[in-house]
């Protein structure tokens, strides 16, 4: 079972960039791990996925090209580049992990995005 703390999040021009962190408090190299958001009105979404071992990674069609999931297991983190932001991206992020072979599943608090002029 391990906790995770977003961080990252905060007030950008469109355009810019933001780098989000997921940080466990244990070890996440069992974990595949997705970063969701939630705009105002509107349901969760998911915007990129990676495995366990980071060897395959997906983001979806809205933000492919300009955001990146990564991470790095040693650091029990997960990262989500995003770059070329825009209005449309403003929204709280959250990280969720999920362990298939026992099942377990945890979510973040979440951090967030904003981006306006």
């Known amino acids: 079972q391990v906790e995770l703390v977003e961080s990252g999040g905060g007030l950008v021009q469109p355009g810019g960039s933001l780098r989000l962190s997921c940080e466990a408090s244990g070890s996440l190299s069992r974990y595949r791990v997705s970063w969701y958001r939630q705009a105002p009105g509107k349901e969760r979404e998911m915007v990129a996925t990676i495995s366990s071992t980071g060897s395959d990674s997906i983001e979806v069609d809205s933000v492919k090209g300009r955001f990146t999931i990564s991470r790095d297991n040693a650091k029990n983190t997960v990262y989500l580049q995003m770059n070329s932001l825009r209005p449309e991206d403003t929204a709280v992020y959250y990280c969720?992990?999920?362990?298939?072979?026992?099942?377990?599943?945890?979510w973040g608090q979440g951090t967030q995005v904003t981006v306006s002029e």
């Open positions: 969720y992990a999920w362990e298939y072979v026992k099942n377990y599943s945890h």
